[in-house]
């Protein structure tokens, strides 16, 4: 099967720092999400990004579909920011594989 | 974007006992069900995939005697866990998307403990 392979596995920040996590993948895809899993279990969705680059706010993501990556990047980061990030990929229509994520703890 | 609202938020039960968790699409019609289970610390896993009106398809290793699954409506999906054990307990989180969507929407997930 598609191997998702997230870095870095853990992080920390100091509250105003930014950072990039990443996202490979094995296979090519159809869909590639990125969400954020707050210390509640509740996930939200960050982006739908199968390709191309796209911005919200403070969080932008670029996926390379050519080469197999997607880049979750974070800016003047929060405590708020707190949480797992994980990437899923869409390989064959409506089978959703995650990464096994990314621990971020944004400290004040 | 679009809303799924998953009830209950967490559950305790006994050990031996039946535990129903409800998947809702509020402002849309899914089509597409998706229902997958966290252990702690760990990624999603999917357990199966579900298709209003028909049975669901289940990954390899879940028991669909023992997680079943209804579809029977376009905005409600339920996962029953059956003659619950310990070792059920986990995250279960359930996922939709509409026929013309191709992007997935979360529930908030239920946290299962059986005792």
């Known amino acids: 099967g598609i191997q998702v392979e997230q870095s870095p596995p853990d992080l920390i920040l100091q509250e105003g720092a930014n950072s990039t996590l990443r996202c490979n993948f094995s296979d090519s895809v159809n869909n590639l999400q990125w969400f954020h899993q707050n210390p509640w279990g509740q996930l939200i969705n960050l982006f739908y990004?199968?390709?191309g680059t796209k911005q919200n706010g403070r969080l932008s993501a670029t996926t390379v579909a050519t080469e197999r990556y997607s880049l979750l990047y974070i800016s003047s980061s929060q405590t708020t920011d707190s949480g797992v990030y994980f990437c899923a990929v869409e390989l064959d229509f409506n089978k959703f594989y995650f990464g096994s994520g990314t621990k971020l703890n944004v400290k004040p | 974007g679009a809303v799924v609202s998953q009830h209950p938020s967490w559950v305790i039960c006994k050990s031996g006992t039946s535990v129903k968790i409800e998947c809702r699409s509020l402002d849309f019609q899914a089509t597409t069900m998706f229902w997958y289970r966290q252990f702690p610390k760990q990624s999603l896993m999917l357990m199966a995939t579900?298709?209003?009106?028909?049975?669901?398809?289940?990954e390899q290793g879940v028991e669909k005697d023992k997680f079943l699954i209804n579809h029977a409506s376009l905005t409600l999906s339920t996962l029953t866990v059956t003659s619950a054990h310990p070792e059920d307990s986990s995250f279960y989180i359930c996922?939709?998307?509409?026929?013309?969507?191709?992007?997935?929407?979360f529930g908030q997930g239920t946290r299962l403990t059986v005792v």
């Open positions: 990004i199968p390709s």
């Open positions: 996922s939709a998307r509409d026929w013309g969507n191709t992007e997935a929407f």
């Open positions: 579900s298709n209003e009106g028909s049975k669901a398809t289940y």
